[in-house]
């Protein structure tokens, strides 16, 4: 069959067309920007890409086209298809009717972490020699591609509370249906699709509402949006993490990267890792509830964790030129952009930080996380905001109480300028954007060497 993807390049559907060429597909896909990680790993696959969307990328027909939610009506390939009465779907549509069926799906959700979160639960389980299949919106270093189908009944997927598709306006994740749901936090995000913090609750209690009687809902003990959630109603048991949780842990250094983990109040084994921040040591926990529901021990969990290795695009280091280390960080929403320099600062300790920010996301283009964006950075030296013309939004007023040094910039030239000028040897300059930044890390170490 040849399944044609609209929208391939984005985290999710560029994984699904990894899944569907692994099934035998014949797999093309289009998008309207093809930037790494995702168009390296497609043209790795020997999937054929193409830029933009005109309608003759449609010709001969495919036998079906997947729709990525980015696209809407008035593109020109969609336009097509329903005017030529081609055969389309969703992507989490076509992954629960052709990949999930009949697994045992452990799917993480919430707003912050689930990336890493189905990443590290991947490798737990793989490292326990359960050989998963898993879909994942980035590109886990541990693994090397963001989906596979595996040779066992384990899925693990990242589940993403976004709509499906310009017509299917439910969340991802309702499609998956899985037995194991961690629900990591919850805040409000995606002010393009929600219009508040309660309507993205009842999209989580529509998860909830899908996990069977036998399943497992795991989630921190102190969310309180969460705990909204499953006073709506929840059928399934439930394991919570964090103080005042079933599963704990005491950190044995102050950065997060070593810890015990503690179960019921007994101590199951201690993780010594890479990563930092007191997020991925709630990621930990979580992961090793689910992984202990599909039958890994805690202690094996823990030593599986050991040996993780970050997502890219998540506080990876990408150059390291004349003492001045470089970071790749997917943060684009206030509480991740603190989380991540929370967890740097505490393994670095006076070390000068300057945090380059782009407000990127759709909820940041709508000025939907302005207030929390001028503190979110006080534990950076500096705080280098991106501001292009079309941004819509005074961000130069936004973060003007800034208790940081604060510069903001309508280029990358003048950026890279900034970062030149202020960075000794030694410093951590930490990248932040959901996008590919006009490939700024490169032109940075360029700059600097």
């Known amino acids: 069959m040849h399944i044609h993807i609209l929208g391939i390049c984005g985290t999710f559907m560029g994984s699904l067309a990894v899944l569907a060429k692994e099934l035998g597909h014949r797999v093309t896909g289009s998008d309207a920007n093809v930037y790494p990680p995702m168009s390296t790993q497609l043209e790795a696959q020997g999937i054929e890409l193409t ?138 995000d995606h002010a393009d ?54 599963w704990q842990a005491k950190l044995l250094s102050a950065d997060g990267s070593r810890f015990e983990v503690i179960f019921e109040g007994v101590v199951q084994g201690v993780v010594e890792w890479t990563l930092t921040g007191q997020h991925n040591v709630s990621n930990a926990l979580a992961t090793l509830a689910a992984a202990r529901h599909v039958g890994v021990l805690p202690k094996q969990g823990a030593e599986a964790l050991s040996e993780f290795r970050s997502v890219k695009r998540r506080m990876e280091k990408v150059a390291e030129v004349n003492g001045v280390t470089i970071y790749d960080d997917f943060a684009h929403h206030p509480t991740a952009i603190a989380t991540t320099l929370d967890g740097l600062r505490k393994q670095v300790g006076d070390t000068p930080i300057i945090a380059v920010v782009e ?51 309508d280029s990358l030239e003048a950026i890279i300028a900034k970062v030149k000028a202020d960075a ?14 006009g490939g700024l890390h490169g032109k940075l170490a360029e700059a600097l060497s």
């Open 51 to 188: 830029q933009g969307y005109e309608p003759s990328q449609l010709e001969p027909a495919p036998d079906l086209v997947v729709i990525g939610n980015a696209l809407s009506r008035g593109n020109p390939a969609v336009e097509y298809v329903l005017n030529k009465g081609l055969p389309y779907v969703s992507g989490p549509q076509w992954l629960a009717d052709h990949v999930l069926q009949g697994r045992w799906v452990l799917a993480a959700a919430g707003t912050h972490g689930k990336t890493t979160t189905s990443s590290m639960l991947a490798w737990v389980l793989e490292h326990a020699g359960m050989s998963p299949g898993f879909l994942i919106g980035g590109v886990p270093q541990n693994f090397g591609i963001s989906a596979r189908l595996g040779d066992t009944p384990f899925f693990v997927v990242e589940a993403d509370e976004y709509d499906s598709a310009f017509f299917d306006k439910r969340s991802k994740f309702v499609h998956y249906r899985p037995r194991t749901a961690i629900l990591n936090n919850l805040e409000f």
């Open 193 to 246: 699709i929600f219009p508040d913090l309660a309507a993205i609750e009842r999209q989580f209690h529509h998860l909830v509402r899908t996990v069977p009687s036998e399943g497992l809902v795991i989630h921190p003990e102190s969310e309180t949006a969460l705990k909204r959630v499953i006073g709506m109603g929840c059928w399934t048991p439930v394991q919570t993490t964090g103080d005042g949780g079933q």
């Open 359 to 409: 407000p990127r996301s759709n909820s940041m283009k709508l000025g939907a996380h302005r207030e929390g964006l001028a503190e979110s950075v006080v534990l950076a030296d500096q705080a280098i905001w991106y501001a292009p013309a079309n941004l819509g939004w005074d961000l130069a007023a936004t973060v003007a109480g800034s208790p940081v040094d604060t510069t903001v910039c």
């Open 424 to 437: 000794t040897p030694g410093t951590q300059v930490v990248v932040m954007s959901n996008g590919g930044f």
